[in-house]
């Protein structure tokens, strides 16, 4: 595997939480520094050494609502 995809979502009560696509990998952290962190260490641990993917996506959802 060359690359795996999380997607990353602002949790409801604050913070971040995200999900690998394809892999069963879930983290959360109050920031995105630390959410950043989080995901390479998850990502480490669920993979056998020298088998992680090289490549780490974030693709970070985002909701705004706008009101009239």
Do not use: Y
């Not at 962190?37 to 706008?66: M, Q, T, W, Y």
């Amino acid at each position: 595997m060359v690359e795996i995809v999380f997607v990353v979502d602002e949790a409801p009560e604050g913070g971040f939480t995200a999900r690998a696509i394809g892999e069963s990998i879930f983290t959360e952290a109050d920031s995105l520094d630390e959410l950043r962190a989080n995901v390479r260490s998850a990502v480490e641990c669920h993979f056998d050494e020298g088998s992680a993917p090289k490549v780490i996506r974030l693709h970070i959802v985002r909701d705004e609502i706008l009101a009239t």
